[in-house]
């Protein structure tokens, strides 16, 4: 039921993206559109992932970690969709929006759930150190586009890092991400 209520919520910025993407104001507008619409699949995905992993261990645990930890999905979940329909009206700023909540999530997320060995593992701020860099530097390529500085590169850079990043996650999946996968499968 999450999952469909998660889909009917970032389905139509999608569209509203999409929308930016063939009707751009030019044309490195129409390549942030992209990367960002890459980013709303990918945010719906995890969101819908995020959600289902927090209920399973509800379900069998009643650390008082996970009440912080939903808290802090949801209002990532809701930073994320405010900038994804931000950006179906303006790309650069809800771009700017839906970076901001990544780094909101990386900061406030004090712990990481693993479903293959149902632990609640305590996950503080360095070894996120990474990802809030690359969110970091695509904050600065998105501030550069919104100044107009050099905007078809910054662009062009912002949508690679995502499409690297996409790559890396699902082509070179962990031992962990496939077993996962293979279950959920399994229990359709």
Request: glycine fraction near 6%.
């Amino acid at each position: 039921m999450r999952r469909t209520i998660l889909f009917l919520l970032f389905f139509p910025a999608s569209l509203g993206i999409i929308s930016q993407i063939f009707s751009p104001e030019n044309l490195s507008a129409a390549i942030l559109a992209l990367g960002i619409l890459g980013m709303c699949m990918e945010q719906a995905r995890m969101a819908a992932v995020d959600m289902a992993e927090i209920d399973q261990f509800q379900q069998k645990t009643s650390d008082p970690r996970l009440d912080r930890f939903f808290m802090v999905t949801v209002s990532t979940i809701v930073l994320e969709l405010s900038g994804f329909y931000l950006a179906a009206l303006s790309i650069g700023w809800g771009a700017l929006i839906v970076l901001v909540s990544q780094i909101w999530f990386q900061c406030l997320a004090k712990i990481q759930l693993q479903p293959s060995t149902e632990k609640i593992i305590d996950h503080g701020i360095v070894p996120r150190l990474p990802i809030l860099l690359a969110d970091g530097i695509g904050i600065i390529f998105v501030a550069f586009w919104l100044a107009k500085i050099l905007p078809l590169i910054m662009a062009m850079t912002l949508t690679a890092m995502l499409l690297i990043y996409g790559s890396i996650k699902y082509l070179f999946r962990t031992g962990e991400g496939r077993e996962r996968n293979l279950q959920r499968r399994q229990s359709l």
